[in-house]
């Protein structure tokens, strides 16, 4: 449901984008820009629903502060490494907005691996807790 709220959305922002800024402004250039960053940033929501559900599974299966730590480091201090090494070197919107995609990106890899190795633990966990002391002997 959130993959398909995100691809409405993304395609809404694409289509009325620059009807939408109008409310906004009568700037053309603003527009411009404006839609430069809808361009850039919609179709990477995408991407960070991986981040929004599986750090919600993980925090529901107890496990809090791995997924803290991975949405922090992945969201927030890859962004600022990507502005203080690379846009030094590359200045402009579009190198700047890139931090978004990039870092959702990046974060969203990190989660699908842990969680995919962290669900088997849970599950395996859970199975040997369900388990009877009869179930065991036989």
């Not at 960070?48 to 791995?66: D, K, P």
């Not at 502005?83 to 989660?111: D, E, K, N, Q």
Request: aromatic share 14%; charged share 10%; proline share 4%.
């Amino acid at each position: 449901m959130d993959l398909i709220a995100s691809l409405l959305l993304t395609t809404v922002m694409m289509v009325a984008g620059p009807y939408l800024l109008r409310l906004f402004t009568s700037d053309q250039e603003v527009i411009e820009i404006g839609m430069q960053i809808i361009h850039i940033i919609a179709p990477s929501y995408a991407l960070f629903i991986f981040i929004e559900i599986l750090s919600s599974s993980l925090r529901g299966m107890g496990n809090v502060v791995i997924p803290m730590l991975m949405t922090c480091g992945g969201v927030c201090v890859l962004r600022i490494l990507w502005i203080f090494l690379f846009v030094r070197t590359h200045l402009s919107v579009t190198t700047i907005l890139m931090s978004y995609p990039i870092s959702w990106g990046f974060t969203a890899v990190l989660f699908i691996i842990y969680f995919m190795f962290y669900q088997k633990k849970f599950f395996r966990r859970c199975m040997e807790e369900t388990e009877t002391p009869a179930e065991t002997n036989a």
